[in-house]
């Protein structure tokens, strides 16, 4: 085995740089419960992309050098540098997800267990061509799944189902989802069927809307429709969604979805109370798609929500149990409800090309790159 | 006894016209377990007056009639009328609290128990002349304590202890305010100064800041300030504040106390984390001083949240003990840590005059009005 290996690593420099590049690594030696894995697949997530860019300017973004002296920079604008001011000069490992062969282990059983296995882990610094991960942590995959298969194990499938668990947890009973053609979406159409939880899908073109209804999606509507709010409305009374997840962030969407609640809760009959429906409606903002600032009208009574989502807090306050049972459901059914397809595969020298980087940035939606450090 | 009273009732017309008005009711009986209450004082708080005049444009307003034919109209806006829709055409009784002398009794024990003695409710349809209510709703005022005393016991009182409640029902250690020198806002100073709770207050002049700091107030801040955020930052670090309440909800505010809190976050030293601080931050917006529309601009992580917050609505949440342990508190310290004071005292006939509605329609900071229905 090589003594070295190559590492993608981003930084943001005081100068207001932003700078993308593959660094030499020592080759780590795992710890008694670690394995060492050589990743052969990685997934480029938009919750990736935030670490990788920072607030840089994309459109500005250069490349220079070549093989492992490929660097791509780009200007960060003072308003990004403030926001960015806590990781600033920190050379950040990038990548949350992967998939690859266990090559080396420790000596505790579990690890040894692992040898040879193809596996799947989430943990951060995967962009690279090897990484040490505690055994505990590895999705081991079902004989048969490549590391392909099992790039995209964690992040999109385990997001997908803590949708549901959030649901239940919280005590909501159907759910609204935005971005709903997404990778992720397809994914949550699937499993909402096969577990009966009914789901409206808000996309924001006609093709999407055909694409969702050819899977058996039930309730989608376009945010382009001039009905758009009625047709909403429409959709949350008929489901009783009272939850919504918002991939998007900015603008009017999540307050419009808690409009729409609101006006659908109006339609059950009951006094009129000046402080809006009792039932608490939630929306949780978990993704960026827009960058604008999320703008709430408040015409929606009293008992509403707006927060930030994210997979490994609510997995931390789920727990360990309920985070074993949902791996064990994605590593069942990979090759169905979590099968995800890529437009294309990159090196990691060609992942810092700036027309490539500018092509995956843009996030255009069913679009999704993948990784493969050994290529 | 009389055989009719006087009660006041808003109505919002299909024509867009907001009516509020003196209806001649008949005297009603009280039930077994209920207590007829003559109700002698009743504040007009901010949250009475949404219900009061919808979105009606009260710089228009105009009173015609007097004595019980008096009339209060104003026109109401087509955006207006679409957010009233559930209400339209509905005669709503208004005044959520109050306090009186019960003047008749059901023969439970317990509503017996209650003849001739001064009490305070909340329930709505405070502003008349009488008022029945359940007798185990009623907090008896303690001996000397007039009604004027007690007309204040519920909404403000009861919504500055929630505050602290929230805080330690969902795991925060500080709070912030806004329009921390409000009626509310001084009651929150004086509870958390005898609970041993950091606070930080957020006001709008110098004058303010220096009412507080002479109440004791550790930490006030100006959002006049030209480094209000700095200030608000350090404050926040200092106490270790991740719940704010914040009484505007329009505007920036409630983004810019976020933003300070993960600024505040950011200091203690630890990894960086490209998803923001771990330790959830939240506000909760309880009035609308501002209504223009709330802005996110979500440069605060993921782990962060927004919301309506409702008295009744919490107490429901934390049952009845805590509900009775904080009247019971108020009820005790009602000349101290919950005095109000009120710039004037109005006859039902007088709350309908178009200019005094202008005067508390304005919701002055320090300015509280009183209904007096005996009057």
Same mark, same amino acid.
């Given at each position: 085995m090589n003594s070295t290996y190559l590492q993608m690593f981003s930084t943001v420099t005081e100068a207001g740089e932003l700078r993308l590049e593959l660094l030499e690594k020592p080759m780590p030696q795992p710890t008694s419960s670690q394995v060492l894995v050589r990743i052969e697949a990685t997934p480029i997530n938009p919750s990736d992309q935030g670490a990788m860019f920072g607030m840089a300017d994309i459109s500005a973004a250069e490349t220079s050098g070549s093989g492992k002296g490929t660097l791509l920079t780009a200007p960060v604008s003072a308003g990004g540098l403030r926001v960015m001011k806590a990781r600033m000069g920190q050379t950040l490992a990038v990548g949350n997800e992967g998939a690859g062969t266990v090559v080396a282990t420790g000596d505790s059983d579990l690890a040894k267990s692992l040898a040879g296995k193809v596996v799947a882990a989430m943990g951060g610094a995967m962009y690279g061509q090897y990484r040490c991960v505690e055994a505990a942590a590895c999705l081991p995959l079902q004989t048969g799944h490549t590391a392909k298969d099992g790039a995209s194990c964690f992040v999109n499938p385990l997001s997908a189902l803590c949708m549901i668990e959030t649901m239940k947890l919280e005590g909501h009973t159907a759910l609204v989802h935005t971005a709903a053609a997404s990778n992720l979406g397809q994914m949550l159409v699937r499993i909402c069927q096969s577990d009966g939880v009914q789901l409206v899908n808000i996309v924001r073109k006609a093709d999407q809307v055909k694409l969702l209804q050819e899977m058996g999606a039930k309730y989608v509507v376009n945010s382009s429709s001039e009905n758009f709010m009625a047709e909403l409305t429409d959709a949350i009374h008929a489901t009783g969604a009272t939850l919504g997840f918002d991939?998007? =962030? /900015?603008?009017?969407l999540a307050s419009n979805i808690l409009s729409c609640m609101e006006a659908a809760a109006a339609r059950t009959p009951g006094a009129y109370s000046i402080y809006g429906s009792v039932k608490h409606k939630q929306v949780y903002i978990y =993704? /960026?798609?827009?960058?604008s600032a999320t703008t709430l009208?408040?015409?929606?009574?009293?008992?509403w929500g707006v927060g930030g989502w994210l997979l490994p807090n609510f997995l931390a306050r789920a727990g360990m149990d309920v985070a074993g049972r949902l791996r064990a459901r994605v590593a069942k059914e990979l090759k169905s409800s979590f099968a995800s397809h890529y437009t294309n595969e990159l090196s990691l020298v060609e992942a810092l090309q700036a027309d490539t980087v500018r092509q995956y940035y843009a996030k255009h939606t069913g679009e999704k790159f993948l990784i493969c450090p050994q290529k």
């Open positions: 991939a998007t =962030g /900015g603008g009017l =993704g /960026g798609l827009d960058t009208n408040r015409g929606y009574g009293m008992a």
